[in-house]
């Protein structure tokens, strides 16, 4: 590769970042004119035979890795005579929902011929740019696309208006080939990446499971961990860059996981809050997501973190392993607490519901040699993580400095 540099100091289609055996400048259209624009449907989920079939049915929560070979939902053919069946090659992209990062610039390219959901919207070529090289552009501009050209009040959406006028620069056939095989590779690390962390996910799972299964276990009510507690009121709006620590409920749900190590939130406001002590469980206690969700209880490592929202606490009596619990509740126990959540739109879990609640635990011998397996699984899926974001951090720094 070499950088190539505008010495006359004009503007010229060209990247940053360029193959050296490739000289002159791109050329430039519109997604309009070198691609057919094509939006699904959701066949009605009224009649169920829609959804007994053997043709790909593709949602926009699908759209998460380069390449998607099968969907979650298959429908009948009958059901797919009103929709588009799109080749292998398509890109398809997310176009609902872009409100919420994890689904903004989201996009994959299919390897079976399938169907697509309005959520979705397909790119088929008719000029020379290939959907691999679309792919790559998308996913430099996608987020950005999404988040100043999205249309809607609560939910916000693209539509085939908006993007058939988007400006493309592009470079010949073989400069783009070459592209779309060195972007591949990349992509190809960071699927075995999370393929690793999969794994390792996996293999925790197992390991208290197993054990679980052939430790002795003796019969308790979640009243008998310890001692339980409430929390202070904090929402986002008291957040601030730098402060005294603090965790938001919400946060259970995205930031943390069984163990809190590191407390990512700072607040000004310490008037009428809690504190929490080292070794304290949190529970979240709403949700607009599914009552399953609410049983991810995390343990704190750190003593005197504010504590706000909907969540409620249990001071852990020294005759259990705090750290166990948030293991054994998260991965064994969660559908069987699950029973207690209550409402329909907005779940609630409060700690008056669950007290009665009955545990069958090892005891505290085995508690602590289970969860020190636990964590130091925990510390290797976090070096693997960590070596996710680098990838991920390479892969878009090249984005931007290959595709204009």
């Known amino acids: 590769m070499t950088t190539k540099i505008n010495n006359e100091h004009k503007k010229l289609n060209v990247p940053n970042l360029r193959f050296k055996e490739f000289q002159g400048e791109w050329k430039e259209s519109t997604i309009g004119e070198m691609f057919d624009l094509y939006s699904g449907n959701t066949p009605s989920r009224l009649n169920k035979e829609h959804f007994k079939g053997t043709v790909n049915w593709i949602s926009s929560g699908e759209l998460k890795e380069h390449y998607i070979y099968s969907s979650k939902e298959q ?10 069946l799109l080749p292998v090659g398509t890109f398809v992209i997310a176009i609902y929902g872009l409100e919420a990062e994890g689904v903004r610039g989201t996009g994959s390219i299919i390897q079976e011929p399938s169907t697509i959901s309005q959520a979705c919207m397909s790119f088929i070529p008719k000029g020379v740019i290939e959907n691999e090289f679309l792919y790559s552009w998308y996913k430099k501009h996608g ?27 592009y470079p010949n056939t073989k400069e783009q080939e070459k592209l779309n095989k060195f972007i591949s590779l990349l992509d190809e690390r960071i699927t075995t990446q999370n393929k690793i962390i999969e794994d390792l996910k996996k293999l925790k799972c197992a390991i208290i499971e197993k054990h679980y299964r052939q430790a002795k276990l003796h019969k308790y009510k979640i009243c008998d961990l310890g001692v339980p507690f409430s929390v202070g009121s904090l929402s986002k709006e008291d957040l601030s860059e730098e402060g005294h620590e603090c965790i938001l409920y919400g946060e259970l749900f995205t ?16 008037a009428n809050t809690t ?14 997501v599914d009552a399953v969700s609410l049983i991810s209880p995390s343990v704190i490592d750190t003593p005197n973190v504010i504590l706000g929202g909907d969540m409620f606490g249990i001071h852990i009596d020294k005759k259990f392993n705090a750290y166990y619990l948030s293991y054994y509740i998260n991965l064994i126990a969660r559908k069987k607490l699950a029973i207690y959540a209550k409402g329909s739109t907005i779940i609630h ?9 009955q545990l069958l635990l090892p005891d505290l011998c085995e508690q602590d040699k289970i969860a020190k397996c636990m964590m130091a699984e925990d510390a290797k899926i976090n070096v693997e993580e960590q070596l996710l974001t680098k990838l991920e951090k390479q892969k878009q720094y090249l984005l931007r400095q290959m595709f204009i």
């Open 255 to 270: 930031t943390y996981d069984c163990v809190i190590n590191e407390v990512k939130s700072h607040t000004n406001k310490i």
């Open 75 to 84: 429908i009948s053919e009958e059901a797919a005579k009103s929709l588009k």
């Open 143 to 169: 987020n950005v696309i999404g988040i100043r050209y999205a249309q809607g009040t609560k939910q916000q959406n693209l539509s085939y208006d908006i993007l058939e006028k988007f400006m493309i620069v």
């Open 275 to 288: 504190l929490s002590q080292k070794g304290d469980l949190l529970f979240p206690s709403s949700t607009t």
């Open 349 to 357: 879990l409060h700690y008056k519901d669950i007290a009665k609640a």
